[in-house]
Nanobody
Framework: QVQLVESGGGLVQAGGSLRLSCAAS????????VAWYRQHPGKSRELVAR???????VYADSVKGRFTISRDNVKKTTDLQMNSLKPEDTAVYYC?????WGQGTQVTVSS
């Protein structure tokens, strides 16, 4: 059974940085894509960034140039480095891997 544990959320001022991490277990990590999604209150989840098993990366337009996704196939982790944070980045962030969602981690950016 695949399990994902996210960490790194919190409260930060606008312009600040946070780094989210997602640790996977129970999957063949190296052959699966990993993605970060976020959900604003009252809205559906939206893709933030995805990194494929081959290392190809896609970012949402709203985070391009500010966020960086990476993966470590040995540690089975995926990180999302978030810089120049804006109040509109406030959301619950979820990791998705092998058809499994993490529990989510709250990111709050104050103005």
């Amino acid at each position: 059974q695949v399990q994902l544990v996210e960490s790194g959320g919190g409260l930060v001022q606008a312009g600040g940085s946070l780094r989210l991490s997602c640790a996977a277990s129970g999957s063949i990590f190296v052959i699966n894509d990993v993605a970060w999604y976020r959900q604003h209150p009252g809205k559906s989840r939206e893709l933030v960034a995805r990194i494929t098993s081959g290392g190809s990366i896609v970012y949402a337009d709203s985070v391009k140039g500010r966020f960086t996704i990476s993966r470590d196939n040995v540690k089975k982790t995926t990180d999302l480095q978030m810089n120049s944070l804006k109040p509109e980045d406030t959301a619950v962030y979820y990791c998705l891997h092998a058809a499994t969602w993490g529990q989510g981690t709250q990111v709050t950016v104050s103005s």
